[in-house]
């Protein structure tokens, strides 16, 4: 069973950078595509990026193409995500999720969604 904790959010000034993790404890990551999504207040959820299950190509959305980057260490079982550049749009409680389904940026073909981080960037 997949079971995902993410973690690295935090305060950050405008300009600066994070990096959050994702950890599945079930330790079957590798069978899957893993996702990364936010959620921001009173909006809805936003793909962010994926990565795929051998860590080999990415995907991102357009408002963070350039400035996020998402890898994988298989023997760490963890995903990662991170962000430069940060704006203050960018504050949101952070998810990541699962897939089988790469090419996919809905969250209904995601699955075992962690608990979130959130991130919250200062101006």
């Known amino acids: 069973q997949v079971q995902l904790v993410e973690s690295g959010g935090g305060l950050v000034q405008a300009g600066g950078s994070l990096r959050l993790s994702c950890v599945d404890s079930?330790?079957?990551?590798?069978?899957?595509?893993v996702g990364w999504f936010r959620q921001a207040p009173g909006k809805e959820r936003e793909f962010v990026g994926i990565i795929n299950l051998n860590g080999g190509s990415t995907r991102y959305a357009d408002s963070v193409k350039g400035r996020f980057t998402i890898s994988r260490i298989k023997d760490e079982n963890t995903v990662y995500l991170q962000m430069h550049r940060l704006k203050p749009e960018d504050t949101a409680v952070y998810y990541c999720?699962?897939?089988?389904?790469?090419?996919?940026?809905?969250?209904?073909?995601?699955?075992?969604w962690g608990q979130g981080t959130q991130v919250t960037v200062s101006s």
């Open positions: 079930g330790r079957i990551f590798g069978n899957y595509a």
């Open positions: 999720a699962v897939t089988h389904i790469f090419g996919s940026s809905a969250g209904a073909d995601f699955a075992s």
